[in-house]
């Protein structure tokens, strides 16, 4: 997310994240956890597992292979030119079990029951919405280890995501 008083766009590239911990005390994320919040659709995120030099990615998706969202916040930016750019953060918060043992943080999914409420423009109460930012209920996820194609931009394609077997020797050594 470019936040609108940023002097140029590089400011972005360090905001692709918001703590839900800080994001109400930090200049960036401040005004659009208030007023600014958006629904950010996917089908599944990716992590991935480091062990030595090696990395190991999974797929993590909703159970079923539902569509979900997770917690966003947007900013309109001006371009040189005055061109607007709009641009978004994803919120993150401490891992459920099912991602605990490969990442420290996970994205905020909010369950479509709390949409209506996450996208009240006229919610403008933190407090009120501080309880949504929780860990998605780990029940209602699945993940699996996808190929090592993924680490390479310039694959595109169905391998990328298909579930792949990690050896038992491999596993232990993530772990």
Do not use: H
């Amino acid at each position: 997310m470019i936040p609108s008083w940023a002097k140029d766009a590089t400011a972005g590239s360090r905001m692709i994240n918001a703590r839900v911990e800080t994001a109400a005390e930090k200049p960036a994320f401040q005004d659009a956890l208030s007023r600014r919040r958006c629904l950010v659709p996917a089908d599944g995120f990716y992590e991935w597992n480091r062990f030595g030099r090696d990395r190991q990615p999974y797929c993590f998706e909703g159970e079923g292979r539902k569509p979900f969202a997770f917690a966003g916040l947007w900013d309109r930016w001006q371009m040189p030119g005055g061109i607007a750019l709009e641009t978004f953060t994803i919120l993150t918060t401490t891992p459920n079990s099912l991602l605990s043992d490969v990442r420290d943080r996970m994205p905020v999914i909010l369950p479509p029951e709390n949409y209506d409420l996450w996208l009240n423009p006229q919610l403008r109460n933190v407090e009120r919405i501080q309880p949504l930012l929780k860990p998605y209920d780990a029940n209602q996820m699945r993940r699996y280890a996808v190929s090592t194609r993924i680490n390479n931009v310039g694959n595109d394609d169905r391998q990328c995501s298909e579930p792949v077997t990690v050896s038992p020797a491999k596993q232990y050594e993530m772990f």
